[in-house]
């Protein structure tokens, strides 16, 4: 029997990351600031422009070959489609960025110590004492590098 796989779940901003929503506030500004992480508005402005940048350059690379002989609607449809894919493209490439920069930051500040938060999953490991993460069996422990 194979394992369960974990589902990928992509937050709408950065504050509803699992690592994020289980630490303290003031820790949590402080990871934040360290990750360069930009707020909601922000976030999905920046992407929203990559996709559509992205969008257009496609439109214009692809149109001889794709575009010039679509019906009107069925060119409006790939290019919506193109500008919602690229956008959640976008998305999910900044938040794995920024998730990955806070893992960093946690696994650093808990060196020689057990993580509070599962760095493979995102589970809240704090009230648990085990040296396993109990969702995923990662380890808890960060040791030093060197």
Same mark, same amino acid.
């Given at each position: 029997?194979?394992?369960?796989?974990?589902?990928?779940?992509?937050?709408?901003?950065?504050?509803?990351?699992?690592?994020?929503?289980?630490?303290?506030?003031?820790?949590?500004?402080?990871?934040?600031?360290? /990750?360069?992480?930009?707020?909601? #508005?922000?976030? $999905?402005?920046?992407?929203?422009? !990559? +996709?559509? =940048?992205?969008?257009? *350059?496609?439109?214009?690379?692809?149109?001889?070959?794709?575009?010039?002989?679509?019906?009107?609607?069925?060119?409006?449809?790939?290019?919506?489609?193109?500008? /919602?894919?690229?956008?959640?493209? #976008?998305?999910? $490439?900044?938040?794995?960025?920024? !998730? +990955?920069? =806070?893992?960093?930051? *946690?696994?650093?500040?808990?060196?020689?110590?057990?993580?509070?938060?599962?760095?493979?999953?995102?589970?809240?490991?704090?009230?648990?004492?085990?040296?396993?993460?109990?969702?995923?069996?990662?380890?808890?422990?960060?040791?030093?590098?060197?």
């Amino acid at each position: 029997m194979l394992p369960s796989a974990m589902p990928i779940s992509i937050p709408p901003t950065i504050e509803k990351i699992p690592e994020i929503a289980s630490l303290p506030p003031s820790t949590r500004t402080d990871m934040l600031a360290d /990750a360069n992480a930009p707020g909601p #508005w922000r976030l $999905w402005l920046y992407n929203g422009s !990559r +996709g559509l =940048i992205t969008t257009v *350059i496609l439109i214009w690379l692809g149109h001889d070959a794709v575009y010039r002989d679509l019906p009107v609607i069925a060119s409006m449809l790939v290019i919506a489609t193109l500008l /919602a894919t690229t956008t959640f493209l #976008w998305h999910f $490439w900044t938040i794995t960025r920024i !998730r +990955g920069r =806070i893992r960093a930051g *946690i696994a650093a500040a808990a060196v020689n110590d057990r993580t509070p938060i599962c760095l493979r999953c995102g589970y809240d490991c704090a009230t648990i004492e085990a040296d396993a993460c109990p969702e995923c069996g990662a380890g808890l422990f960060v040791s030093p590098r060197g």
